[in-house]
């Protein structure tokens, strides 16, 4: 598979053309995290190894809520450790247009710690560590994302005054594939992708989705890091650029009832050291053992990974429906409605497709976990059983857990988790996914009063 080269701008032109630079990072939710400098300053900030930025942003739950900082619940940061700076050292190979915004370039930066050593619970480092393993193995993987989001009218602003509810769709019926319902946002998405390729960002096809105010938007595949990079900043600047034109984009995983939830298929290759790609085989009609394996390995560790691909309460309204967000440890060609598709009829196309991951999922976790499970399938010859043919709802979805509260217990005693990212960083996600799941327990939402308030 062709890979996309890496955006690249001249530091000694960057004063000329930009006013700021953003040095930025993934948080554990996946969200872009940094601070903003001039781009007089930039170049300081590169000869200095990077600026400083407090642990908290590793510590603290999506709300930015600071109770396991203050109970000290996390060994990494918190009251204990006085909370102080790593450094975020921008990777200048990283270093494009911010294209949504106005003479801004935007950079992302490796986290490292004060010994010079890569912040462990980074997930760009969890992400590095384990290509580090594939290049250690003699293979190497392309990556792609498929992501659906929700496009509303109205800004933020005005949906949070709203409390979400009473939203109007940007499509009033099903516009799956539909060029019509599409038109009246054209002149959006093709603004949104010429600026998204002016970042380095390009995009291979966008298109309407079955429910309504859904898109889906397909990722120029690559190498995935660079792939998990371009995904994340995608988020941001989509929704940023919805925002700018009063309306509101959503990666939640099903935003609302009666709809479909909104994805992040996983597309993965794998080739060797000489180029040659491994899940084909001329003389088993295209398939082979090595692709085999890879689905074999996915499958096995679905269930003990599931917090990385489902890590919100709602991700599992998603899972839970029958609306291709997978099911149980199935697996199948062309099949929309398994876990792990296999899809591709020629040496360059042949993939695997991982269809468990949320569009909230963070993409350098859900990176790092398929292609764990990828390698650790193919180095143990993992046998996936027979290929599911036909509706695989008649069965119950098995080995995979239906909840954050069953995820995280899983994720705890995931051997393979634990050996790649060690005992320390996997208690660290599960404290903070743990934490989500008690503020949910604890919380009285609207649907309990309407459930019950004049009925019991």
Same mark, same amino acid.
């Given at each position: 598979?062709?890979?996309?080269?890496?955006?690249?701008?001249?530091?000694?032109?960057?004063?000329?053309?930009?006013?700021?630079?953003?040095?930025?990072?993934?948080?554990?939710?996946?969200?872009?995290?940094?601070?903003?400098?001039?781009?007089?300053?930039?170049?300081?900030?590169?000869?200095?190894?990077?600026?400083?930025?407090?642990?908290?942003?590793?510590?603290?739950?999506?709300?930015?809520?600071?109770?396991?900082?203050?109970?000290?619940?996390?060994?990494?940061?918190?009251?204990?450790? %006085?909370?102080?700076?790593?450094?975020?050292?921008?990777?200048?190979?990283?270093?494009?247009?911010?294209?949504?915004?106005?003479?801004?370039?935007?950079?992302?930066?490796?986290?490292?710690?004060?010994?010079?050593?890569? =912040?462990?619970?980074?997930?760009?480092?969890?992400?590095?560590?384990?290509?580090?393993?594939?290049? =250690?193995?003699?293979?190497?993987?392309?990556?792609? +994302?498929?992501?659906? @989001?929700?496009?509303?009218?109205?800004?933020?602003?005005?949906?949070?005054?709203?409390?979400?509810?009473?939203?109007?769709?940007?499509?009033?019926?099903?516009?799956?594939?539909?060029?019509?319902?599409?038109?009246?946002?054209?002149?959006?998405?093709?603004?949104?992708?010429?600026?998204?390729?002016?970042?380095?960002?390009?995009?291979?096809?966008?298109?309407?989705?079955? %429910?309504?105010?859904?898109?889906? +938007? =397909?990722?120029?595949?690559?190498?995935?890091?660079?792939?998990?990079?371009?995904?994340?900043?995608?988020?941001?600047?989509?929704?940023?650029?919805?925002?700018?034109?009063?309306?509101?984009?959503?990666? $939640?995983?099903?935003?609302?009832?009666?709809? #479909?939830?909104?994805?992040?298929?996983?597309?993965?290759?794998?080739?060797?050291?000489?180029? /040659?790609?491994?899940?084909?085989?001329?003389?088993?009609?295209? +398939?082979?053992?090595?692709?085999?394996?890879?689905? &074999?390995?996915?499958? /096995?560790?679905?269930? %003990?990974?599931?917090?990385?691909?489902?890590?919100?309460?709602?991700?599992?309204?998603?899972?839970?429906?029958?609306?291709?967000?997978?099911?149980?440890?199935?697996? &199948?060609?062309?099949?929309?409605?398994?876990?792990?598709?296999?899809?591709?009829? =020629?040496?360059?196309?042949?993939?695997?497709?991982?269809?468990?991951?949320?569009?909230? /999922?963070? #993409?350098?976790?859900?990176?790092?976990?398929?292609?764990?499970?990828?390698?650790?399938? $193919?180095?143990?010859?993992?046998?996936?059983?027979?290929?599911?043919?036909?509706?695989?709802?008649?069965?119950?979805?098995? &080995?995979?857990?239906?909840?954050?509260?069953?995820?995280?217990?899983?994720?705890?005693?995931?051997?393979?988790?634990?050996?790649?990212?060690?005992?320390?960083?996997?208690?660290?996600?599960? +404290?903070?996914?743990?934490?989500?799941?008690?503020? @949910?327990?604890?919380?009285?939402?609207?649907?309990?009063?309407?459930?019950?308030?004049?009925?019991?």
């Amino acid at each position: 598979m062709a890979q996309e080269a890496r955006p690249t701008l001249d530091l000694q032109h960057l004063v000329d053309d930009f006013d700021t630079v953003i040095i930025t990072a993934p948080d554990p939710h996946g969200r872009m995290f940094g601070r903003r400098v001039s781009s007089e300053s930039f170049g300081r900030v590169v000869a200095e190894g990077g600026i400083g930025v407090s642990t908290c942003v590793y510590g603290w739950d999506i709300a930015q809520d600071a109770s396991l900082l203050i109970a000290g619940s996390l060994a990494y940061t918190g009251v204990q450790t %006085g909370m102080g700076d790593f450094l975020l050292r921008p990777d200048l190979s990283t270093l494009r247009p911010a294209g949504w915004l106005d003479r801004t370039a935007i950079c992302i930066g490796d986290s490292i710690e004060e010994s010079g050593l890569p =912040t462990s619970v980074a997930p760009r480092s969890i992400l590095k560590d384990e290509l580090f393993r594939w290049s =250690t193995a003699g293979i190497s993987a392309s990556a792609g +994302t498929e992501l659906e @989001f929700y496009l509303y009218r109205g800004s933020p602003r005005a949906a949070r005054a709203a409390g979400y509810s009473d939203l109007v769709p940007t499509t009033e019926s099903p516009a799956d594939y539909s060029i019509y319902e599409g038109d009246e946002f054209d002149s959006f998405f093709a603004d949104l992708r010429g600026r998204l390729d002016r970042s380095g960002l390009k995009l291979e096809a966008s298109q309407g989705e079955w %429910g309504l105010g859904q898109w889906e +938007t =397909t990722l120029q595949h690559g190498e995935p890091l660079e792939m998990a990079d371009r995904h994340a900043l995608y988020k941001l600047a989509t929704r940023s650029f919805a925002a700018r034109h009063d309306m509101s984009a959503t990666f $939640m995983a099903k935003p609302f009832d009666g709809g #479909p939830g909104s994805s992040c298929h996983v597309h993965v290759s794998v080739r060797n050291t000489d180029g /040659a790609p491994l899940f084909w085989d001329d003389t088993r009609g295209g +398939t082979s053992d090595s692709l085999r394996w890879a689905v &074999g390995g996915a499958l /096995a560790n679905a269930g %003990g990974l599931m917090a990385l691909y489902a890590p919100t309460v709602n991700s599992y309204r998603r899972i839970r429906g029958q609306d291709a967000a997978g099911w149980g440890l199935t697996w &199948g060609f062309d099949h929309r409605f398994v876990t792990a598709r296999v899809i591709g009829h =020629t040496p360059d196309s042949v993939r695997l497709e991982f269809r468990l991951p949320g569009a909230d /999922a963070n #993409p350098y976790l859900v990176l790092a976990g398929v292609l764990a499970s990828i390698r650790t399938g $193919m180095e143990d010859q993992v046998d996936p059983g027979e290929p599911t043919v036909g509706d695989p709802f008649g069965a119950p979805a098995t &080995g995979i857990p239906q909840n954050l509260g069953e995820a995280v217990t899983a994720f705890r005693s995931c051997a393979l988790a634990i050996e790649t990212m060690g005992a320390e960083v996997v208690d660290h996600y599960a +404290t903070l996914m743990q934490r989500e799941w008690d503020v @949910f327990l604890d919380s009285v939402t609207d649907w309990d009063r309407r459930r019950y308030f004049e009925l019991i």
